[in-house]
Every structure is written in structure tokens, then in C-alpha cells.
């Protein structure tokens, strides 16, 4: 099994651009979710999916973050447009239904100038 | 709200056992996970724990669980230097889906 897979795994962008983070999840599971990591705040998680329809996006940050999950083996976390705060790692993981056990990509590593 | 607790930093001669301790607030926590982050990598599920369960064993990982005190522990036997990492303990509530994360204690194992 592949495993969780996110790209690209750096990603370096000055402000104002639009960045996409994409994350393909285990074949088979119907749960994904997208955490961010810093130094400040820990891991965060920003929105998940079950069944390609998202359930609870308390977590994200505010208007600039946008997610989509258009189908089964695809999710992309969109920020647009990027400042400098919003550096930090960006986690995909999925699970074979919500609440069993998650499984994290490799993460993104973003850095916003 | 749900909060987990774990100290920042731990550091072992290798060889030695190192325990890593956690405490969580939420009582309806139904799966205790503890994870395992190398420089540069992601999280790699280490082992989990069901909360009607006070002890699980896995090779060199031991995870004990008390739940009248909301208390976790992560031993790792024979510790190794390849086991230096950041370890992240994790708690799922039954009736949410989400994890929520502690802030990671650093191992660092001495040779």
C-alpha cells in the first residue's frame, strides 16, 4: 500500500500568491482530514471529510483557506491569498471510516515570504 | 474543551527504558493513540489504546492507561538511538472524529 500522499512536499510562494496542497488518501478509506503543524500551536486540524462531503470545518482559519474533496482519492487544501503566518506543515491523513484509525501523509512543508 | 498534556522533553542512554507520560481531560475518550514524528517526516502511527483497556504491549512498547487519573504512558524498552524522535500522544472522543494532539515530548536518546 502507497499510503497517504500529499503534494508537493515543499512548497516555497511570496505573499498574495495562491497556494494548492493536494492529498490523495489510502484507497478504500472514506475519511480524510487536513492538520497544520507549527511551532506555536501545535497540530491543528483545519477540516475533514467523510464520504467526499466535509463534516466539521471549525478549524479553519478563515476565508482564505478553502478545501474540496471532489472524489474518493483526491483533497485539495487551497489558501489564497498567502501570508507569511500561514508557513507551517500541512498534514493529510486519512482512515477507513471516522472515528477508526488515522493514517498521516508526509506533509507539506510551506513557507510564505 | 479537550485538552492533552505531555512534558516537552526526555532524555535517555541508550539501552535504558524511557517512558514518555500524557494526560488528556475528556472522560469519553475512546481510543488513545501514540504517534511517532522523525526531523523532516511525517506522523507514523506507533500503537493505540481502547479506552476499557489499562495495558497494551508491543514489542519493545508498552502503553499503560489509567483512566481514573486521564492518565497515558508510552514505555519503550532498550531504547535506541534510532528511536529519537518527537512522540505525540493523541485522544478520539466517542462522539467526535477528530484527534486532538499533545504538544509532543522530544526523546533524545545519548549513546
Known amino acids: 500500500d502507497a499510503g497517504v500522499i500529499q503534494s508537493p512536499r515543499h512548497e516555497v510562494t511570496e505573499m498574495g500568491q495562491e497556494v494548492t496542497l493536494r492529498c490523495k488518501p489510502i484507497?478504500?478509506?472514506?475519511?480524510l482530514f487536513w492538520y497544520r503543524q507549527t511551532m506555536m500551536r501545535g497540530l491543528e486540524l483545519l477540516i475533514y471529510?467523510?464520504?467526499?462531503?466535509?463534516?466539521?470545518d471549525s478549524g479553519m482559519p478563515e476565508d482564505r483557506f478553502s478545501a474540496k474533496m471532489p472524489n474518493a482519492s483526491f483533497s485539495t487544501l487551497k489558501i489564497q491569498p498567502s501570508e507569511p503566518r500561514d508557513s507551517a506543515v500541512y498534514f493529510c491523513?486519512?482512515?477507513?471510516?471516522?472515528?477508526?484509525?488515522?493514517?498521516f501523509g508526509p506533509g507539506t512543508r510551506l513557507l510564505v515570504l | 474543551g479537550e485538552d492533552v498534556e505531555q512534558s516537552l522533553f526526555l532524555s535517555v542512554r541508550e539501552g535504558d527504558s524511557s517512558v514518555i507520560n500524557c494526560t488528556y481531560t475528556?472522560?469519553?475518550?475512546?481510543?488513545l493513540y501514540w504517534y511517532k514524528q522523525e526531523p523532516g517526516a511525517g506522523l507514523q502511527l506507533l500503537t493505540y489504546?481502547?479506552?476499557?483497556?489499562d495495558m497494551k504491549q508491543d514489542q519493545r512498547l508498552t502503553v499503560l492507561l489509567n483512566k481514573k487519573d486521564k492518565h497515558l504512558s508510552l514505555r519503550i524498552a532498550d531504547t535506541q538511538t534510532g528511536d529519537s524522535a518527537i512522540y505525540f500522544c493523541?485522544?478520539?472522543?466517542?462522539?467526535?472524529?477528530?484527534?486532538?494532539f499533545g504538544s509532543g515530548t522530544q526523546l533524545t536518546v545519548l549513546p
Open positions: 471529510f467523510n464520504n467526499n462531503v466535509p463534516i466539521d
Open positions: 489504546i481502547f479506552s476499557n483497556m
Open positions: 475528556d472522560s469519553s475518550s475512546t481510543y
Open positions: 491523513a486519512s482512515s477507513l471510516d471516522s472515528g477508526e484509525t488515522q493514517y
Open positions: 493523541a485522544e478520539q472522543s466517542g462522539s467526535a472524529r477528530q484527534l486532538t
Open positions: 484507497s478504500g478509506h472514506n475519511s
